[in-house]
């Protein structure tokens, strides 16, 4: 499986310092960058930046702080682990990416999805009632933005273009663009219809729930006649020198942000019980190296990925405890993964 790519992705979660209490924001920013060059070091494909607006995560603008990566990196993809498309202009999408792209050689990518937050409806002033409409239409002007210039478009969520050119053009690989779903039928046959690789957000539960999402993403593609474009899953998970210490670290910092989180929309607070379940039939990926790599490589196999995406960062635990897991995902993780698939192959 040589063309399996092993990514992480952070939203900039707001963490503690050694005495507990919370980083100011730009602290966090700088500390997401040593991070982002760690990984780059280890060997990680791709690292990629949630967009939200919100107290809890630091990461408003992703392009920005992907630039400052791009500028003390070598290899590493750069892009996002979901732009919100819904509520952004795809046209200054494209040319932040397209911005990207160049300052970086090449390696920019972008992941396009609606969020699983809300927060910026209203702060950039669109209707939530409108939130397919707005979805489907900015989707189909930023693909025609990275494969039809200069392009003609109308819609009712913009102004139209006609025969216009956008800058700066892309570089003569393009803009490699993922569809983010979170569990919907119509976004999984939405990424084959504009034959683009998809990333399932997979946060809870069994992740072979999502089988069925996948056969339909194959089927969908077999209707056209055409080879899909790759899959990916994201994951949150967190890697320490023993099963126990991570499952200690995760576990208060996963706490902070599913209960302030779950305040917010209803839900009963979390439990270490709940927790656990997580961790060893869930979607929560914590560990020491081997156990891990065997649950990485199990989903691997069993939705028949070429990318495995894990959100390193993990509600308020530390940077200290983030580089730790960085370096031994890139080092130890990634190598068993791969050791382990090659045997069952």
């Known amino acids: 499986m040589s063309d399996l790519e092993f990514a992480l992705d952070t939203f ?12 100011p924001h730009d ?3 700088r500390n997401l960058i040593a991070e982002a060059v760690l990984a780059d ?17 630091a990461v408003s603008a992703p392009e920005i702080v992907l630039a400052a990566i791009a500028g003390q990196t070598k290899r590493i993809r750069l892009g996002t682990a979901v732009t919100v498309l819904s509520t952004d202009d795809p046209v200054r999408v494209y040319e932040r990416f397209a ?28 209707d939530l009632r409108d939130y397919e409409q707005l979805f489907e239409e900015k989707l189909d002007l930023f693909w025609h933005l990275t494969n039809q ?34 569990g919907s039928p119509e976004s999984v046959v939405r990424a084959v219809r504009y034959d683009l690789p998809m990333m399932l957000a997979i946060i809870g539960g069994n992740p072979r729930r999502f089988r069925p999402f996948v056969q339909l993403y194959r089927d969908a593609y077999d209707q056209i006649g055409k080879a899909p474009k790759g899959l990916g899953v994201h994951s949150p998970g967190l890697i320490a020198a023993t099963d ?5 670290i995760a576990f208060e910092g996963y706490r902070a942000l599913r209960d302030r989180i779950g305040r917010e929309r209803g839900w009963p607070p979390t439990s270490a019980d709940e927790f656990r379940q997580e961790v060893e039939v869930g979607s929560m990926y914590v560990g020491a190296p081997l156990t891990v790599a065997r649950k990485i490589a199990s989903t691997i196999k069993a939705l028949g990925l070429q990318r495995f995406e894990m959100k390193y960062s993990m ?14 995902y890139g080092r130890e993780v990634v190598p068993l993964v791969r050791e382990l698939l090659a045997k069952s192959s």
Not at 16 to 21: H, I, K, S
Not at 155 to 177: C, E, F, I, W
Not at 244 to 248: I, M, N, R, V
């Open 27 to 29: 602290q966090v920013i």
């Open 315 to 328: 509600g308020t635990a530390s940077h200290e405890a983030l580089m730790t897991s960085i370096g031994l």
């Open 41 to 57: 070091e280890v060997g990680v494909d791709y690292f990629g930046l949630g967009e939200h607006h919100r107290d809890d995560f």
């Open 244 to 248: 126990a210490e991570a499952q200690d």
């Open 12 to 23: 900039g979660d707001v963490t503690r310092d050694a005495g507990g209490a919370l980083l």
């Open 99 to 126: 911005t990207l792209d160049a300052l970086s050689g090449g390696r920019a990518e972008v992941i396009l999805g609606r969020g699983s937050f809300t927060e910026s409806y209203p702060l950039f002033g669109y």
């Open 149 to 182: 210039q200069p392009v003609t478009w109308s819609g009712k969520t913009r102004a139209s273009l006609t025969k216009t050119q956008v800058y700066p053009p892309l570089g003569p690989n393009g803009l490699k663009t993922w569809i983010g779903v979170g």
